[in-house]
């Protein structure tokens, strides 16, 4: 079998990470401000708000976002530069959408948020606040690495009011930490899960990596176990992504380690998929699983439903009404354009109808209630029935599902509906 499944995944600007490449498009104004069509309809849909926190203590090998150590940035940049240009750039995004719209979801992501400390992601909650405020029940998440958390710090970041936590675990297996150039001992995260929950925290996630080279198949299995041990409600799981540029990139060219094999990728995402099936846990994204529909992730939902967000800090993308656009990357520049009264957003580009039904295939059917069948073309829809055939996709009736085996060759199946 040919892998083909989560290695595709949903497209960068819809990921809580912000990837190092700018993408191309036409000059974004330098007020911030958007076209009427975009505001149009402002506040009626689901708004997310996400903050990206671009530092972190060390760089993983496999990492390829907008990220900064202490020894890249040196003095040009610092938390509290990057938290004063978060606020100024808070009240621009305001300003520019016209009236207060609730955030219905905020995550904050990095990077390393849990490096503020939970004073510094308690600023970063109030700051938003004052912008924005909160709608009734909103999902409020922040990643965190396990090393840089403790109970004290869950318990400051839930009086917060902060209402889920995910936090990368990667691997159980040391070799593997190792491979991947992650810090924190394997009992660690489950350590650091077992501490939110004490702290109040219902919602936690954990995030693996699987198909790292060396992993072999007990080693997921410790993996799978140690999550399982762990007691939370939601695991998001991720084929190991081999990006240009990186540490992992030059170590594998080098012939220092092999490239991730594509079937050894399929039989991993197939063991999560069964362990966390058998423990209570449903799909309810390629590569997301969740142990109820509260505990399911609602800022991404919202990414892959094509709602409206708002992405703050260096390097963040964000979408509103039908227009995407991307902030500058470095956060000396971001904070910078910020004080001079100047948006930092880089580009922008303005999707047509056709651009955003193609988007709506490939995030939509990514989903486990699927993609409804209007949204296809009419050869999209007799290549659907093709699928179907080939085992594929569920018997259609309103929508295009993906079977087990259409969840391993999801890209493929997105090519045969967007011909």
């Not at 020894?71 to 100024?88: D, H, I, K, V, Y």
């Not at 939601?234 to 084929?239: D, L, P, Q």
């Amino acid at each position: 079998m040919h892998w083909l499944g989560t290695a595709v995944r949903a497209p960068w600007w819809t990921l809580s990470v912000m990837p190092s490449a700018l993408p191309e498009g036409e000059p974004a104004p330098a007020d911030g401000s958007l076209p009427q069509d975009a505001l149009s309809g402002v506040g009626t849909r689901p708004f997310g708000i996400y903050v990206h926190v671009p530092f972190c203590a060390t760089r993983c090998g496999y990492c390829d976002f907008n990220t900064y150590t202490p020894g890249e940035l040196g003095t040009s940049a610092s938390p509290e530069s990057w938290l004063e240009g978060l606020r100024r750039e808070l009240d621009l995004a305001a300003s520019v959408l016209g009236s207060p719209v609730p955030a219905s979801t905020v995550f904050v992501g990095g990077g390393t948020p849990s490096l503020l400390g939970a004073s510094g992601l308690s600023d970063v909650l109030d700051a938003i606040y004052q912008s924005f405020g909160l709608a009734p029940g909103a999902e409020v998440t922040t990643e965190s690495n396990p090393e840089s958390t403790s109970p004290s710090f869950f318990a400051g970041i839930r009086d917060a009011g902060y209402t889920r936590v995910s936090l990368g675990m990667q691997s159980a297996a040391r070799h593997v930490l190792q491979v991947l150039d992650r810090k924190h001992t394997p009992g660690r995260p489950v350590d650091a899960a077992r501490e939110a929950r004490a702290a109040g925290f219902e919602h936690v996630n954990l995030d693996l990596i699987y198909g790292t080279p060396g992993e072999q198949p007990a080693d997921l299995k410790a993996s799978l176990d140690a999550v399982l041990d762990a007691g939370v409600d939601h695991v998001s799981a991720y084929a190991l992504i081999v990006e240009d540029g990186t540490g992992l990139a030059r170590r594998i060219r080098r012939g220092d380690l092999p490239m991730p094999d594509d079937d050894v990728l399929a039989s991993s995402y197939e063991m999560v998929d069964s362990a966390l099936s058998g423990a209570g846990f449903s799909w309810y994204e390629v590569s997301n699983w969740a142990t109820s529909l509260e505990a399911q992730c609602q800022h991404n939902v919202l990414y892959w439903k094509g709602a409206d967000w708002w992405g703050f800090g260096p390097g963040a993308h964000s979408h509103v009404g039908g227009v995407r656009f991307w902030n500058v990357k470095h956060p000396a520049r971001y904070s910078s354009l910020l004080a001079e009264g100047k948006s930092p957003a880089a580009g922008r580009e303005v999707l047509s109808d056709e651009d955003r039904r193609v988007e709506r295939v490939l995030l939509e059917l990514r989903l486990a209630e699927g993609l409804p069948i209007e949204v296809l073309d009419t050869a999209g829809r007799s290549e659907a029935l093709s699928a179907v055939a080939d085992g594929l996709l569920e018997p259609l009736d309103d929508r295009c599902v993906l079977t087990d085996r259409g969840r391993l060759l999801a890209d493929a199946v997105v090519r045969r509906l967007l011909p």
